[in-house]
């Protein structure tokens, strides 16, 4: 699977994105994919999960209620709808697939086998 995410961009605080990641060649055929970020200096981090057949997502505590992952039905592209957007949120955004997610390690930036390139994101005060 190749991912390609886009939608990044330059935002005032308090603003909307929508970050999108699909699938190039075919659809997912992940059990889970996952938007992760890195902002300089800093380690990449959990951002968001969806499981690929129950659709249930996971976010971290600091986006919940502002971010929203989802799917398309078609099977091919994952979005990350992005509210109310704060400085602290300004990152580079990657999605990622992986086969053998399960709980336990969905928040693990090495479970998860396949990356898209990033997309960046820059939220100003």
């Known amino acids: 699977v190749q991912l390609q995410a886009s939608g990044g961009g330059l935002v005032q605080a308090g603003d909307s994105l929508r970050l999108s990641c699909a699938a190039s060649g075919r659809t997912f055929n992940s059990r889970a994919v996952g938007w992760f970020r890195q902002a300089p200096g800093k380690e990449r981090e959990f951002v968001a999960a969806?499981?690929?057949?129950?659709?249930?997502?996971h976010y971290t505590d600091s986006v919940k209620g502002r971010f929203t992952i989802s799917r398309d039905n078609a099977g091919n592209t994952v979005y990350l709808q992005m509210n109310s957007l704060k400085p602290e949120d300004t990152a580079v955004y990657y999605c990622?697939?992986?086969?053998?997610?399960?709980?336990?390690?969905?928040?693990?930036?090495?479970?998860?086998?396949?990356w898209g390139q990033g997309t960046l994101v820059t939220v100003s005060s």
């Open positions: 990622a697939a992986g086969q053998s997610i399960i709980l336990s390690n969905i928040r693990n930036p090495r479970a998860y086998g396949y």
């Open positions: 969806i499981w690929w057949s129950m659709r249930t997502p």
